[in-house]
């Protein structure tokens, strides 16, 4: 090589599961009119241009040395020797909060070179929550939901029956929003279901068990709400009749006139 020159190769952009160890790599060869003193430096890319980067690794003078929150730092190290040719590092026990680009850059004077290569450290999805939304109810449609709070997107979730026989010829299953749709809910739908929530580093499941009611009588809930309505109305009428000795002789009747009125008989 003419002047200095980082060799390696590969891909720009490196994805691994949160607590993984990476390998950033950055090997270099020097030019014959490189004489000066090696110094390299790993640097926290600062997305806002007009920031300076952070600088987390380096090496000058032969020793090694880190910057920062050294709960950050303390998990970046050189992987083999840097004043032989290699400056890549591994970083260790990787964060969500890793994911950033990162700089290398190789100076022996007079040569220079440099490299950015971008990390992004995934989530797999947290234990998802399975639920049903509406009622359960036969003859009518039934919505199974599952969520997964936590995870790297993209996610996708898949609705499978665990017991109780095959899945519902009238099941729809989204995989994008984790709904499985059952139209005209019966008793053969009854069983246990899981969901898988899955992207590129993980899995997770839930279970739902699923039932089928009777659809209510719906009449029969009204009246008797509005019976006990009734009933507490005339209740705190007496009482009040009670409490005022003096009330006028017009307002029981009045009173019931009113309830009369909402209750429509």
Sequence with gaps: AEAMEVTTTGPQTVQKARGETVKLGCTYTPGPQDIGELDIEWSHVNPDMTQRDQLVLSYTGGQTHRYGDPGVSARFSFTGSPNQGDASIAVSDLRPSDTATYHCKVKKAPGVDMRKVTLVVLVPPSTPKCWVEGAEEKGGPVSL??????????????????????????????????????????????????????????????HYALHAYNPTNRVGVIV??????????????????????????????????????????
């Excluded at 010829?169 to 929530?197: F, K, M, R, W």
């Excluded at 507490?232 to 002789?249: C, F, G, Q, T, V």
């Design 145 to 206: 939901r599952c969520k997964s709070p936590q995870g790297s997107t993209p996610m996708s979730y898949t609705w499978s029956r665990e017991s109780g026989g095959a899945m519902p010829p009238t099941a729809t299953q989204n995989a994008d929003s984790g709904e499985l749709l059952i139209s005209n809910h019966s008793d053969a739908n009854v069983g246990t279901y899981a969901c898988e929530a899955k992207n590129s580093v993980g899995s997770a499941r839930c």
């Design 224 to 265: 008797g709400a509005v019976i006990g309505a009734k009933r507490r109305y005339e209740k705190e009428l007496a009482n009040e009749i009670r409490e005022d000795s003096k009330a006028p002789e017009s307002r029981p009747s009045s009173r019931h006139a009113s309830l009369r009125s909402v209750l429509g008989y």
